[in-house]
């Protein structure tokens, strides 16, 4: 019998990883759905707490099911005192996701901000498997600060088969990279848009720049895609938390291409990137 999205199920932590002082990546078992989008999400239910939507940061062809958290409001904070072992609810995947059938001879760009780079890595993982249909794979990503940056052993490990270029607001002792938004290391060398897909996450008023950078460099509008997970709330359109115009982020979204924004953007720009 088919699972029903909508219905919780118990699962075990299985890992926890410390990635920064205020975000985490909680590891579940495979097993927990048969496979799901890159791009896609899923509610998570920490009892006596509530539910929270989590784009999924693993890629369906990994043998875990992970989610990173930033620990900003009560669920957060009591899912962050849970340990190995213990049990919460999860239902899904819910949503759309990137567009995997665009990819085959495209060079894939990804622009992630802070906490909006674990729902990309579920497709940067998903296109490394497949990197011998693609002409390149560029990944940019900024943080506030060096100790802001989420998997940086990952990150150190995909500089060795993908161009990583990284940026911090505020620098310190032991950073030697560029300082400045992520927009600033994003130059006509290390993009061609001609051939490529971007595909962008993160706060929105880094969207919203990182879209106008984009678009000055060349790139079209149908090949921008913005994952805007961090609108949504009940995952069914039901509570109009996340809604944008026409749009309920999890019901049509979590992904969008800048097309489909583009023509909402004047009437509906504060809700788009707020």
């Not at 009892?47 to 669920?75: D, W």
């Not at 115009?245 to 809700?271: H, M, N, Q, R």
Request: contains cysteine.
């Amino acid at each position: 019998m088919k699972r029903h999205l909508f219905k919780p199920i118990m699962a075990s932590i299985r890992k926890i990883v410390k990635e920064t002082p205020d975000i985490k990546t909680f590891y579940f078992d495979r097993s927990l759905w048969e496979s799901h989008i890159p791009g896609q999400f899923a509610e998570l239910w920490v009892p006596g707490a509530g539910e929270i939507p989590l784009s999924i940061a693993s890629s369906p062809g990994e043998n875990h099911i992970a989610f990173t958290v930033k620990k900003v409001g009560l669920v957060t904070s009591e899912l962050f005192n849970k340990q190995e072992g213990d049990r919460i609810a999860i239902r899904g995947p819910f949503g759309n996701g990137f567009p995997l059938e665009k990819f085959k001879g495209k060079e894939l760009v990804f622009v992630g901000g802070g906490i909006g780079l674990p729902p990309l890595m579920s497709t940067i993982i998903f296109a490394l498997n497949s990197r011998n249909s693609l002409k390149g794979i560029t990944l940019f990503y900024g943080a506030r600060t060096p100790d802001d940056i989420v998997y940086k052993k990952q990150l150190e490990e995909l500089s060795k088969e993908i161009s990583v270029y990284l940026t911090v607001d505020s620098g310190n002792d032991s950073w030697d990279g560029p300082i400045g938004v992520v927009t600033e290391i994003i130059t006509p060398e290390r993009v061609n848009p001609k051939n490529s897909i971007a595909m962008v996450c993160g706060p929105g008023i880094m969207m919203y720049f990182t879209v106008k950078k984009l678009m000055n460099l060349g790139f079209k509008a149908s090949d921008i895609y913005l994952s805007l997970e961090h609108h949504m709330k009940c995952a069914v359109g039901k509570c109009g938390h996340c809604r944008i115009g026409p749009y309920y982020v999890c019901t049509d979204g979590p992904v969008f291409s800048y097309e489909s924004l583009e023509e909402i953007e004047k009437k509906y720009a504060g809700d788009i990137w707020r």
